[in-house]
């Protein structure tokens, strides 16, 4: 029978799958539970929908717990959110006292099993407070910080540190990314799942339909930037880059593919602007693709010749891993985790300005044989780097050093 | 579940040859350096480990593997100080020659403390990102797989991971007192006829390839020594 490990092993290479085998092996019986709060849509459920059933079939007991809400749980781990990426506003005292009843509730149906297990994975800060409901404990409980905490609105994470201080370890994306803790901070870069909608292989019939469904010519080269309206992205840098160009190379065209903003106000002001500065030029394409148009974009990815990802500020920029998976070149922002990704003349480019994006355009357009070495390189650096299986790696070490004592060198015999 | 922390686990010349792997998670220490004069008071306190991490840490941690420069404070003097002459000083730090890490630690000192002698400038300038010092825990685990032979090694060397090879050639440098790799000090149990490959062993520079090359050059190096040998 085929399962998921072997399906991966076409990917990475047995040798892979053997390593994780091995490293699981220690683990095996033990009862591991990972909490977020949804099943669906997110880069935390799509990481899980994958991580839990290969931790399964590693002989590792684990399952996925999903906490349930109201709009004003939501509203506030929303806020949070947005102020542990920096922005500066007070959540109310309603929504916090919100936020602590509706994980006490939660904390009633979870108790029993989060309390047995070896292990507990808390995701991002909606369920954190959970670990407070939870005094008999049994396992380790780690907190996995999905978001770039690297400059907090100070007063929420304070609020914050309360719940999560009390956890044996945290895991961030990023060594900037982490805080202050009590604890060891464990730093594991996200990852994409090669066997997703998104990243998936695809037919080429599938592929070459974009052009005639979004009015492309498949002849004249193709960028595309895929990401919301957000002024950290920087939509309108793309769009004065690819103006820049245009003097010298007049066939290009542009596609901005974004989610539709009608429920972020910003976003939709964002929008206009991009309309505006794109208002007259046929060749610049703004698409509004819903939520789930993931074999979309991914076909958008594929026909694109170079892939922009101009933000000028990023978390890890799953993004551009997507992108150089799909064995394209790379114009990216001087931010975040790209770079960590996009490295000069390897896998693509790293800029500062429209100007300095531009000036990669055209590079990359005159040297067809150079944008293909680059997007052959990107896409060995993502097998060996940034797939879920090395992600699965680092979860399984650093579930044994946990289990034995966090030792800086630990001896499996 | 057989547990055996901290423990040295050498491979003894003369017994069966036990191939073992690894895996590294690295972990912050909260320790940053926005100057150099920071990172020159930070690396005097920071653990061993944290050192070792910045130098090989790269290997197995998602990392490109043509970097310019091979360790990572070389490459923060250069993307983030924008100082080519202490980026170049640093990066020809080989940690191969250092008998162990405060050597190595001693090394850096002398480097940075040297350029804010050189200029005053430096002592005050701020990098464009921090230098954020990192350490890592090692796991390590039995493949299960064992050569009783010189022979039966050169066979199964085609088909052990990366990792194997980081613990078995370049992680052999902190357990083994004489700084070596597992290899070459299990074949000194054999007899005078592999002293050849083990000299030519010894002299792989393991600093500036990247885990796959290096383990091409084992096997190449193997298969070279036993081919002839069977002529």
Redesign the interface.
Known sequence: MNTLLDAYANITGQGVIDHLRQLAAPLRGMKVVHVNSTRVGGGVAEILEKLVPLMQELSIDTSWEVITGNDDFFQCTKAMHNTLQGSRTRIPENLLATYEQINRDNAEQLRAKLEEADFVFIHDPQPAPLLSHCPNRQGKWIWRCHIDASHPFRPVWKYLRGFVAGYDASIFSLARFARTLPHPQYIIPPSIDPLSEKNMELPEAEIKAVFSDFDLDPERPLLLQVSRFDRFKDPLGVIQAYKLVKRFVPDQQLVLAGGSATDDPEGEAVLQEVKEAAQGDPDIHILLLPPDSHRRINALQRAADIILQKSIKEGFGLTVTEAMWKGKPVIGGNAGGIGLQVINFNTGFRVNTPEGAALRIRYLLHHPEKMQAMGHKGREFVRDNFLLTRHLREYLTLILSLHYGGAERIELG | ???????N?HQEPGREFVIK?C??????T?SRAMTLRELRDLLLSVTP?SIYYHFWGGLLQ?????REYNNDFAAWAWYEMHDAILAERLAVIDPTECQNMEELRQQLLEIVEERLDERETVSWMFAS??F?F???????????KRAASPEELAALLP?V?P?SIFYHFIDSRRRLGHHGDDFSFWLSGFNACHRGLCDKLVAIDPYFVSLPELKNQLVKLFQTHFNKETV
Do not use: C, H, W, Y
């Open positions: 579940m057989n547990d055996k922390t901290d423990q686990n792997d895996a590294l998670i690295a972990i912050a909260g480990d998602p990392r490109f593997e043509e990102a921090p954020e990192i350490r890592s825990q090692i796991v390590v685990f039995d493949t299960g088909d991971s990792s």
